[in-house]
């Protein structure tokens, strides 16, 4: 129903849509709980960069089976970026919101995201567009990720930042190669730095996710990270200074924000950050 509601009114209009879209966010975030005057456990920011339009959609929901958090990075030009990616995150909410226990957080993902995929394909129609996507569950003991497209997915633990993902980008893919023989060491150093997405939501012959391979256990301290693509005007290092620094976590999405707006990268893109603490409420 939500795909055919958002066609027609990407055929009404920008304005109307935005309405809407404003709406069903309101409708389906848990707001992030207050208690004693801190926001306890999760928070994002975002930035538009040097776009017209902020094509990032970040939301985070809470149940008694765990928290979800999902990011999603929108591909088009004018509305098209953004509808696809409120579409991504919006059904993969939606699917979520019944759960009291989600005993197989990788089927689920693997359905979901290929249902997103489905959705957005059905609601652009020939337009040119589709979403990036990851999305992070935790019980507030393990960790559960999956993703599509150039999201980054990270664990800060003991004032190290541990990357978890890899990504569908041109760059990974040349790095496989490379390894299994099948590309030289010249077109691989070529590649690198090449953040092209070869796979994404709404993409003609979308591919597999990417999927953790095994339940990650979290420690007490320990702080999980998502970032959109305009965030990796950052280094790993500079992230990790952000992040030891900050007294609260509103405070380091905040600082990751302004630091990336501070970079002069001409043509910068959207940067949204997603921040979790999930040991708080467990």
Not at 210 to 228: A, R, Y
Request: aromatic content about 8%; proline content about 3%.
């Amino acid at each position: 129903m939500i795909p055919e509601i958002i066609k027609f009114l990407i055929l009404g209009g920008l304005g109307t849509l935005m309405v809407v879209l404003t709406v069903m966010r309101l409708m389906l975030t848990l707001k992030n709980p207050v208690k004693n005057g801190v926001r306890k456990s999760w928070a994002y920011s975002q930035t538009t960069g040097n776009k017209e339009v902020q094509a990032d959609c970040a939301e985070v929901s809470r149940s008694r089976a765990g928290l979800m958090a999902v990011l999603a990075d929108g591909i088009g030009k004018e509305n098209t970026g953004k509808v696809a990616a409120q579409i991504a995150v919006d059904t993969l909410l939606d699917a979520y919101e019944p759960y009291r226990r989600l005993n197989n957080p990788e089927y689920f993902f693997r359905s979901t995201f290929l249902e997103a995929n489905n959705r957005i394909r059905q609601t652009i129609g020939e337009r040119r567009g589709g979403a990036c996507m990851g999305a992070v569950f935790t019980d507030g003991k393990e960790l559960h990720y999956a993703l599509v497209g150039n999201i980054r997915i990270a664990l800060f633990r003991n004032g190290e930042l541990i990357p978890l993902s890899k990504g569908h980008t041109l760059e990974t893919l040349a790095h496989e190669a490379y390894q299994e023989g099948r590309l030289n060491k010249q077109d691989t150093i070529w590649s690198i730095g090449d953040t092209g997405t070869w796979n994404y939501l709404g993409k003609d012959n979308f591919k597999e996710i990417e999927i953790v391979s095994w339940p990650i256990t979290l420690n007490p301290k320990d702080i999980i990270m998502m970032t959109s693509h305009g965030i990796q005007e950052l280094s790993w290092v500079e992230l990790e200074e952000l992040l030891v620094k900050g007294t609260s976590i509103d405070e380091i999405a905040e600082n990751i924000i302004k630091a990336t707006d501070e970079k002069n990268t001409p043509d910068k893109e959207n940067g949204s950050v997603v921040l979790l603490r999930p040991f708080i409420y467990y």
